[in-house]
Structure formats: C-alpha cells, structure tokens
C-alpha cells in the first residue's frame, strides 16, 4: 500500500506556473505509474498526465500538451507536475495516483487528497 501526499497548490494569476509535488509512502514507488487528475467544481475527474514506472512514457490530456509537464524521481518517492501558462480553466483539484500494472489513464490503486488551483483571470 501507498499513500499520496499532493503539495505545491495555490493561487496563481492566468499566465503563470505552478509546481505541484505529490510524495508517495513506501518503498516501491519505482513499480507504480503515476498519474494526475483534476476536479472543477460541478465536473467530473479528469485525466490530465500520466507516467511510466521509470519516467520514460508520458501521456497528457490534449487540453494541457505543451503547457503542463510531468516527471518523477524514484529515489525521492516523488511525482511532480509542472503547470505553465496557466488558465482560468484549469482551476480545480488536482489529485496524484498511483497504480500497478495499470495504462496511464488508470484505473488507479491509490489516491491523494488533493491539493487546490486556482488561476485569476
């Protein structure tokens, strides 16, 4: 079992960037993918990044390619996601997973409990 820890979230005017962290528990982060999802408020979850076991794949929802970037240190138990060029839209709650044995879009074993974005207009 693991457990997620997001950190990194705030608020941020259109434009700018943020760097969220989400630290996982345990000794076998290297075995998990790695994925962040968000929730706006009267929307559903969404995927919005994924990675391999060992960092070398990644997948973005369209929404977010080429202004978000998602990477991990397995030796820091750590999975991040860099959010540039921020939009109001993508204010929401953004969650870390993590799974075994999954595709990057889940499903996912284990989640964190979030951390909150906002982005001013």
């Known amino acids: 079992q693991v457990q997620l820890v997001e950190s990194g979230g705030g608020l941020v005017q259109a434009g700018g960037s943020l760097r969220l962290s989400c630290a996982a528990s345990?000794?076998?982060?290297?075995?998990?993918?790695m994925g962040w999802f968000r929730q706006a408020p009267g929307k559903e979850r969404e995927f919005v990044a994924g990675?391999?076991?060992?960092?070398?794949?990644?997948y973005y929802v369209d929404s977010v390619k080429g202004r978000f970037t998602i990477s991990r240190d397995n030796a820091k138990n750590t999975v991040y996601l860099q959010m540039n060029s921020l939009k109001p839209e993508d204010t929401a709650v953004y969650y870390c997973?993590?799974?075994?044995?999954?595709?990057?879009?889940?499903?996912?074993?284990?989640w964190g409990q979030g951390t909150q974005v906002t982005v001013s207009s």
């Open positions: 345990g000794r076998t982060f290297s075995t998990y993918t």
């Open positions: 997973a993590a799974g075994v044995l999954v595709g990057p879009t889940g499903p996912y074993d284990y």
């Open positions: 990675i391999s076991e060992s960092g070398g794949n990644t």
